[in-house]
């Protein structure tokens, strides 16, 4: 009877919580414009955007048919590059983020390919003669083919071979500001391993533990040889369970660690519980306070290290309006306000890139559109980039530091945030 009482108790007191919670008046809040040494950015990858692909374990993914889209040329990054990084600049973006490709300057194990080198070279030079930062990721998700034969990260030997990548890679860039990441969302770099079936889930742990001895080799080369660069491994964040994931990859490396990169994309709350839709082909429906309860989770857990939102973005299809009505301007406005909101409550939020520049090949098919220029890379043999209304609003938040003051958010604060619960859901925002 007693512990009846006390059960009755917690749920009144979870219920009056509940209702507290559920007051929208936390988004009504008025915001201050983030700090001038904000750094604003845009992200891409190698194989979603070069084109020209050499082998690699994608590559021959994207082989399998039944699967997946041809790859075709990507978004011809390999020889637009220079455009890229000049709509990048016109925005007055600051940061570029862009990945080298291990199979295209390692064809062959010790084999360095001197052209593909200096076409990396001249990227780097662009952003940097367009006064931006090069944040450059050493793997995202994509290794040689000679490293998928030898056994891709089961082996010991893809170990050896991406730390002689690494220090090739960080000895050429280094003393030129380069923000660095070494793997790309480790996390989902596994799953899709055993996705394409070069792996299976009994080999999940092993390849975390030799991708995190992986990082921790390639975070000493860069503290040796680039002094004073900034490392990340950027997570994927997942809502509901982050320390569940975190278990696997980020808790074994969290010593090596400059700044905590947050990919956030989807959320989920009581009152939006679509983020299931991604797994299963679907549309999630946005959330965007999400970004701000992700932010206070890492903030929480690596109180004194800066955080940085290296993805961001929202998916349509082949650029069509999307079933919730949101566009991207009003997506992406909506998740600075709550960076802002993040950076007033005391987060240490340094940097936020969108994901991404252009459209590009989403793992699998281009009917995910990303890209603040949109790309229609199956039907339109030129490859143009074409604006998509994010561009001016992308534009006027980096001069103005963010929204205004005044800003209300297209998408209303959620009720009970399941991103980092009970926390996100007892005390909101
Ligand atoms: C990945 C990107 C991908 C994006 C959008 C992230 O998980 O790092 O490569 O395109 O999400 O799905």
Not at 391 to 420: A, H, K, M, R, W
Request: hydrophobic letters at 40%; one cysteine or more; aromatic letters at 14%.
């Amino acid at each position: 009877m007693r512990a009846f009482g006390k059960l009755t108790a917690c749920l009144a007191l979870f219920a009056s919580l509940l209702i507290v919670s559920a007051s929208p008046a936390g988004a009504d809040e008025t915001v201050e414009p983030l700090p001038d040494d904000f750094l604003w950015g845009v992200a891409s990858s190698g194989f979603q955007s070069e084109g020209d692909a050499p082998d690699s374990n994608w590559l021959r993914y994207t082989e399998n048919g039944d699967k997946h889209e041809p790859y075709g040329n990507g978004v011809d990054f390999r020889h637009r590059y220079a455009e890229d990084i000049a709509l990048a600049a016109d925005m007055g973006v600051e940061v570029y983020r862009f990945g080298i490709e291990w199979a295209r300057v390692e064809p062959a194990p010790g084999q360095w390919d001197e052209a593909e080198l200096a076409y990396y070279d001249d990227v780097v030079q662009h952003i940097l003669d367009a006064g931006m930062t090069p944040m450059i990721t050493l793997n995202h998700w994509v290794h040689p083919g000679w490293v998928a034969d030898q056994g891709g990260w089961k082996s010991a030997d893809t170990l050896t071979d991406f730390t002689a990548y690494s220090e090739r890679i960080v000895d050429r860039y280094s003393g030129l500001g380069v923000m660095w990441v070494t793997f790309n969302e480790p996390t989902l770099y596994v799953f899709h391993e055993i996705d394409n079936g070069s792996a299976t889930w009994f080999d999940a742990l092993a390849l975390f533990d030799r991708l995190a001895a992986a990082h921790g080799n390639a975070y000493d080369l860069i503290h040796e040889l680039d002094p004073g660069a900034m490392v990340t491994s950027n997570v994927a964040f997942i809502p509901a369970t982050p320390w569940l994931f975190d278990a696997v990859f980020l808790d074994k490396i969290a010593s090596k660690l400059d700044f905590v990169g947050v990919d956030y994309y989807y959320g989920l709350s009581l009152d939006n519980l679509t983020a299931i839709r991604e797994v299963t082909g679907g549309q999630a429906s946005a959330q965007p306070d999400g970004i701000y309860y992700a932010l206070r989770y890492y903030h929480n857990k690596f109180p004194d290290k800066p955080l940085y939102i290296v993805e961001n973005g929202m998916p349509t299809e082949d650029g069509a309006p999307r079933e919730d009505g949101l566009t991207r301007s009003e997506h992406l406005s909506d998740h600075v306000y709550w960076l802002q909101r993040a950076v007033a409550d005391g987060m240490n939020v340094i940097g936020y890139n969108y994901w991404s520049i252009t459209d590009n090949y989403e793992w699998g098919s281009y009917t995910p559109r990303f890209g603040l220029y949109t790309v229609d890379a199956v039907n339109d043999p030129d490859l143009v980039r074409h604006p998509t209304d994010a561009v001016p609003t992308y534009t006027d938040l980096i001069e103005s530091g963010g929204v205004p003051e005044d800003y209300e958010p297209v998408v209303p604060q959620s009720i009970c945030s399941l991103i980092d619960p009970p926390l996100s859901c007892l005390v909101p925002a």
